[in-house]
Nanobody, 123 residues
Framework: VQLQASGGGLVRAGDSLRLSCAAS????????MGWFRQAPGKGREFVAT????????GYADSVKGRFTISRDNAKNTVLLQMSGLKPEDTAVYYC?????????????????WGQGTLVTVSS
């Protein structure tokens, strides 16, 4: 499966932003999907994940209550709705796909990655 993330940009603290990840392939609905992020000078960290069916989700503590992950299997799309953005949310955000592990919080558990989209939150 090929993934392409989009929707990043420059926003102010407290603003909202929605990231999209478009997937190619007819087996999208069999993949658990995740969002990760990498801030400047730091390693990549888990943000959110959604099960293949869309019925289960998981979040990092740092974004719980502010970010919402969702998917539309008919459109091969996974979304990350971000609200109450903080400067510490500044990072390149990646979407990723895997079939093996639920929930997948470790980047090593993911097989396919998108190219990343930059989110910058100013104070």
């Amino acid at each position: 499966v090929q993934l392409q993330a989009s929707g990043g940009g420059l926003v102010r603290a407290g603003d909202s932003l929605r990231l999209s990840c478009a997937a190619s392939g007819r087996t999208f609905s069999s993949y658990h999907m995740g969002w990760f992020r990498q801030a400047p000078g730091k390693g990549r960290e888990f943000v959110a994940t959604i099960s293949a069916s869309g019925r289960s989700t998981g979040y990092a503590d740092s974004v719980k209550g502010r970010f919402t992950i969702s998917r539309d299997n008919a459109k091969n799309t996974v979304l990350l709705q971000m609200s109450g953005l903080k400067p510490e949310d500044t990072a390149v955000y990646y979407c990723a796909a895997q079939k093996s592990v639920w929930p997948g919080h470790n980047e090593n558990e993911y097989d396919y990655w998108g190219q990343g989209t930059l989110v910058t939150v100013s104070s």
